[in-house]
């Protein structure tokens, strides 16, 4: 809507859309949008050596005192004791007028025995798409609901190929690509290259090129297709073998490389659609216009009589992020600290 007010013909508008990816987004409210680009969120990252794997096991090994280096200064008593249980889906919510705790009721082992177990406080991290199914006694506030019901998730699908050496590294400085992303009018949307090849020059800002000691040679993992929306169910449709050939088609065309090229020199490959991952079935919530006036309130605000907070990257303003996710706990962790300190009169 904001490319036609600015007077845009329609083939300008899609020539646009595809230049920056951007089209696969337009059904999204424009605020989703400009909340990333007023914050610039894509143009200063920090790289975590050895990969991103090592963030959530960071914290889960500061969770449970593997490394108690992060809480230095602070006494190991006043942490308390952390306990996980994987592998056991949450099947319901209830509050007791009698008893102000909050059960809450989940599958455990392999058999998936129904355990009830009562907590002072919880804070819900789970998908609205996933706690719409869940038991709810008594039910949240009708705003809450409402919000649970009609937030606008969207799907996303990546492709990976890992093959024996890097074509795109090949042909030197002028013609090698040492990280970076290209956008196609094709069903892949968008390829991302691996920059673990790539050296920054010091004269040049976003300029790289392969570091020394570096080979394109080397064997080396290359995400062909990363989609949102519509576009990530063209593909994340198909069965696994008609998706991989179509993805490997597409790849030998837009980098010319002869026929079977990628079949000879395949090791394996990878592909996820996140609307088929069970208990979350969907990448992400991404605001439809209005949708952030309608919804970012009721998304936030506690349930059964302030034992029941909400965290995720839906809460928060930064969709679709892990940095939405790690922001919307730490503040729901404070609030309940907060409600603990009045109900104690601290």
């Known amino acids: 809507k904001a490319y036609e ?30 909340q ?48 996980a249980k994987m592998g056991t889906p949450v099947e319901g919510i209830y509050s007791s007028e009698t008893e102000d705790r909050i059960t809450i009721k989940y599958a455990e ?14 804070i819900c991290t789970i998908p ?41 590294e090949m042909g030197g400085k002028s013609k090698g690509i040492v990280g970076g ?25 976003g300029s790289y090129i392969l570091k020394p000691g570096a080979s394109p040679k080397e064997s080396g993992v290359l995400l062909v297709s990363y989609s949102w929306c519509n576009e990530a169910m063209l593909l994340g449709n198909e069965n696994a073998e008609l998706q991989i050939r179509d993805a490997i088609r597409y790849i030998e065309k837009i980098h010319n490389l002869p026929l079977h090229y990628i079949d000879d020199n395949l090791i394996d490959y990878k592909s996820l659609i996140w609307s088929d991952v069970q208990y979350i079935w969907g990448a992400g ?27 995720g990257e839906h ?16 503040i729901a962790a404070n609030e309940v600290a907060e409600r603990i300190m009045i109900n104690n009169k601290i």
């Open 5 to 34: 007010n600015a007077g845009f013909s329609e083939e300008a508008i899609s020539m646009l859309g595809y230049l920056d990816g951007s089209k696969q987004f337009f059904q999204i409210g424009l605020m989703e949008i400009l």
């Open 36 to 83: 990333r680009y007023y914050t610039v969120d894509s143009e200063f990252n920090y790289y975590i050596k050895d990969g991103m794997i090592n963030l959530p096991l960071s914290l889960y090994g500061a969770l449970f005192d593997e490394n108690e280096k992060i809480f230095n200064g602070i006494d190991k008593e006043k942490l308390g004791n952390v306990k």
């Open 109 to 122: 082992g392999e058999m998936k025995k129904e355990v009830l177990e009562k907590f002072d406080y919880v």
């Open 128 to 168: 609205f798409q996933s706690l719409k199914r869940m038991d709810i006694e008594p039910n949240f506030n009708s705003r809450k609901i409402r919000t649970i019901n009609e937030m606008n998730y969207e799907t996303s699908g990546k492709i990976y190929l890992y093959l024996k050496e890097r074509f795109w």
């Open 181 to 205: 992303k290209t956008f196609t009018d094709i069903p892949l949307v968008s390829i991302y290259y691996p920059s673990d090849h790539s050296e920054a020059l010091n004269d040049k800002i």
């Open 285 to 311: 919530a991404l605001s439809k216009p209005e949708d952030k006036i309608l919804f970012s309130y009721g998304a936030k605000m506690p349930e059964m009589n302030n034992r029941v907070f909400f965290a």
């Open 315 to 330: 809460i928060s303003q930064k969709h679709g992020t892990q940095q939405g996710s790690l922001q919307s706990g730490m």
